[in-house]
T-cell receptor
Framework: EPEVTQTPSHQVTQMGQEVILRCVPI?????FYWYRQILGQKVEFLVS????????KSEIFDDQFSVERPDGSNFTLKIRSTKLEDSAMYFC?????????????FGNGTRLTVT | SQQGEEDPQALSIQEGENATMNCSYK?????LQWYRQNSGRGLVHLIL?????REKHSGRLRVTLDTSKKSSSLLITASRAADTASYFC???????????FGKGTTLSVSS
């Protein structure tokens, strides 16, 4: 069964550094998402992306965050200047038809540790 | 907020028992979805129930939806140790382009 893959599985970075988290969504999916989960807490929506533009973003997704689909297969989340509170699991997801008609398929996440 | 809220926060049962988790939400919905998360892993979709459906089954899972009460329940019958995980309900955001998850119920099934 096709799956969403995320790399790296664990990223350690120093405060103030830029990080790029990478995702390869399921190949025929058109809708893409990033979520984050601080340890032991709920899964928080960051951003949704369709047709090469952001569809919706949460208040967490401020100017420090950006997303890009640089080619036909990758979907990336960039954090420009990391803060300690950005430490979390970041999950990428994709869906075939959008949230009203189809489920989201999640990757296994990237654990980001900011020191 | 249209976010779903699960109840209870944590549930501990013995293998073979049934587990029921509830979800309440605040606004009208097109559908409600349930997901499972094993520790340290991504979420896995379990069931999508549409607003015009009252009940849906998938194997040992049974989901009900009561739109008049803005609530849903997930029943896992004859639970197994492998069902140990966190379970989340999710509803579509007001903009319609994202799923918003509740805080989840952590289920622990002991053998």
């Amino acid at each position: 069964e096709p799956e969403v893959t995320q790399t790296p599985s664990h990223q350690v970075t120093q405060m103030g550094q830029e990080v790029i988290l990478r995702c390869v969504p399921i190949s025929n999916h058109l809708y893409f998402y990033w979520y984050r989960q601080i340890l032991g807490q709920k899964v928080e929506f960051l951003v949704s992306f369709y047709n090469n533009e952001i569809s919706e973003k949460s208040e967490i997704f401020d100017d420090q965050f950006s997303v890009e689909r640089p080619d036909g297969s990758n979907f990336t989340l960039k954090i420009r200047s990391t803060k300690l509170e950005d430490s979390a699991m970041y999950f990428c997801a994709s869906s075939g038809q959008g949230t009203n008609n189809s489920p989201l398929h999640f990757g296994n996440g990237t654990r980001l540790t900011v020191t | 907020s249209q976010q779903g809220e699960e109840d209870p926060q944590a549930l501990s049962i013995q293998e073979g028992e049934n587990a029921t988790m509830n979800c309440s939400y605040k606004t009208s919905i097109n559908n409600l979805q349930w997901y499972r998360q094993n520790s340290g892993r991504g979420l896995v979709h379990l069931i999508l129930i549409r607003s015009n459906e009252r009940e849906k089954h998938s194997g040992r899972l049974r989901v009900t939806l009561d739109t008049s009460k803005k609530s849903s329940s997930l029943l896992i019958t004859a639970s197994r140790a492998a069902d140990t995980a966190s379970y989340f309900c999710a509803t579509v955001s007001q903009a319609g382009t994202a799923l918003i998850f509740g805080k989840g119920t952590t289920l622990s099934v002991s053998s």
